[in-house]
């Protein structure tokens, strides 16, 4: 019964492709966030969305877009992959409000070669 | 813009030594305040968490008190374990969690036996 699951947990693909992540949750919250986590472990909101509004970090490429079909889903779609979007991504999720601790996924490590 | 700084490490400390974890914030708000610990291979999991000045957070023998004063959110502990060996993440939310979690750098801590 896991809370936040993403997949997949490892994802190599080569520059200019294109690929998605995908995370659920089953704990009935209304925000879900991206994170991504680079090589020194440094952790950095990318998106928050929940039915009523998508928050874009400024700094995060509009080659990134988030995609929600419904309210326990929150895929990651990544056009033209490059060297540097390697690293951890992790899902989270929460009710709303600022707080309500994040319950995040395993995360998903992607290799851009 | 919100901000955490927290001590780099990593801190390596024998068992049964004395924890503290240095964490200190900025934000324009009235923040809500955590700590998340990330397990080698693993997502982050909440450690504890304080909502307004004066509380205090407690879990698994870790301690942290919201200090409005000083800004501060510091960790400690009073008996490390060789199963506390991990990283540390002080984090922040504000405007009600809409722009995610603001996050320190973390501190790798080891513990030897």
């Known amino acids: 019964d896991t809370a936040v699951s993403q997949t997949p947990k490892y994802l190599v693909t080569q520059m200019g492709n294109d690929k998605s992540i995908k995370c659920e949750q089953n704990?009935?919250?209304?925000?879900m966030y991206w994170y991504k986590q680079d090589s020194k472990k440094f952790l950095k909101i990318m998106f928050s969305?929940?039915?009523?509004?998508?928050?874009i970090n400024e700094t995060v490429p509009n080659r990134f877009s988030p995609k929600s079909p419904d309210k326990a889903h929150l895929n990651l779609h990544i056009n033209s992959l490059e060297l540097g979007d390697s690293a951890v991504y992790f899902c989270?999720?929460?009710?709303?409000?600022?707080?309500?601790?994040?319950?995040f996924g395993p995360g998903t490590r992607l290799t851009v070669t | 813009g919100n901000s955490v700084t927290q001590m780099e490490g990593p801190v390596t400390l024998s068992e049964e030594a004395f924890l503290t974890i240095n964490c200190t914030y900025t934000?324009?708000?009235?923040?809500?305040l955590f700590w998340y610990v990330q397990y080698p291979g693993e997502g982050l999991q909440l450690l504890l968490k304080?909502?307004?000045?004066?509380d205090k957070g407690s879990n698994k023998g870790f301690e942290a008190t919201y200090r409005k004063e000083t800004t501060s959110f510091h960790l400690e502990k009073g008996s490390v374990q060789v199963s506390d060996s991990a990283v540390y993440f002080c984090?922040?939310?504000?405007?009600?969690?809409?722009?995610?979690?603001?996050f320190g750098k973390g501190t790798h801590l080891i513990i030897q036996p």
């Open positions: 304080a909502t307004k000045a004066d």
């Open positions: 984090a922040l939310s504000d405007r009600g969690g809409a722009d995610g979690l603001t």
């Open positions: 934000a324009t708000g009235y923040p809500s």
């Open positions: 704990l009935g919250h209304d925000t």
């Open positions: 989270a999720s929460s009710p709303s409000g600022g707080a309500y601790e994040q319950y």
């Open positions: 969305y929940n039915n009523k509004e998508l928050i």
